[in-house]
């Protein structure tokens, strides 16, 4: 079965439309009904509900999304792997989530590109759940996390720790940082913890994200208080644009190294670790270069 078919099948299914799935395939849309076609032959099962403007899988049509997901993946991985060897090198994929790039992963991917030669990188922004998934399927080498995978065929390692700080753009009090404009931004399941033990008496916040550029983004536009990573504020501390509160707002965040113990790439990914476990959490060039600027 040429992978085509499952590339067009993934098109249909995310845009719910054939005609706007040929497009983007740039392909005509008898090819697209050609293919869905030998696809649903091939699997004597019906894949797509077909009504005028609206186009929607049927249940065996949603089985099938993450086997095609992972093949059309994995083929892409090895033909990637297959001519970077031409080179003599060896293609690394790693993936963390928003608020690793936000607060760790960007200044620290600098740094590894920049030590390891040998290896072509591979990076990418992906759920803590499609992580897991994927390193279970071996179409990701190496996941960056702040919850640990539990799993016996992965191999999950503590390689830095973050310290979250209270920050505002008024020098306030805790108590007025949190009843003004806070913004809560998820940290995970552990911080939601000590945030609930610390911060009990407080009012629902004002916003609630997922990612530490939009929060931080938000305070220098329009004010506020949140938790962000000393390393990630540490310039805006200096211009005076941002203030920490109080020492004992302090709360932490260990990040993990996830990987499979059976990888064939596993000299890489200990390389990998070993430079991550030494260096330093930092804050991204840009948001240093936007400080300095102001």
């Known amino acids: 079965m040429d992978v085509k078919v ?125 992580v897991n998934r994927a390193l279970l399927q071996r179409t990701l080498d190496m996941g960056i996390l702040f919850e640990p995978v539990k799993s016996e065929l992965l191999q999950c390692s503590e390689v830095a720790r973050l310290e979250l700080v209270l920050v505002s753009t008024r020098s306030e009090s805790m108590e007025q940082a949190l009843a003004g404009e806070y913004i ?4 995970g399941v552990q911080f939601a913890q000590e945030h609930a033990a610390l911060h009990a008496d407080a009012p629902p916040p004002a916003m609630r994200t997922s990612s530490a550029r939009i929060a931080l983004d938000i305070l220098l536009k329009r004010g506020g208080a949140a938790y962000l990573p000393l390393s990630m504020v540490e310039p805006f501390l200096e211009s005076g644009q941002l203030h920490r509160l109080c020492e004992s707002s302090l709360l932490g965040r260990e990040v993990y190294l996830a990987y499979r113990k059976d990888s064939p790439l596993l000299d890489g990914i200990l390389r990998v670790e070993a430079r991550l476990s030494a260096t330093s959490p930092a804050g991204g060039y840009t948001l240093q270069a936007a400080a300095d600027n102001l």
């Open 184 to 187: 809560y931004v998820d940290w």
């Open 6 to 130: 499952f590339k067009t099948f993934l098109e249909v299914a995310k845009e719910r439309h054939f005609g706007r799935a040929a497009e983007s395939l740039n392909i005509t849309q008898a090819a697209v009904s050609a293919r869905i076609k030998q696809l649903e032959e091939y699997f004597d099962a019906t894949l797509f509900v077909r009504q005028r403007n609206n186009i929607r899988l049927t249940s065996t049509g949603e089985r099938l999304v993450r086997y095609a997901e992972v093949m059309v993946t994995t083929l892409q991985q090895a033909k990637d792997d297959l001519k970077l060897a031409k080179g003599d090198q060896a293609q690394l994929t790693l993936a963390g989530t928003p608020n690793i790039w936000d607060a760790y992963l960007q200044h620290c991917l600098g740094v590894i590109t920049e030590s390891m030669s040998g290896y072509a990188f591979s990076a990418d922004t992906l759920s803590q759940e499609q």
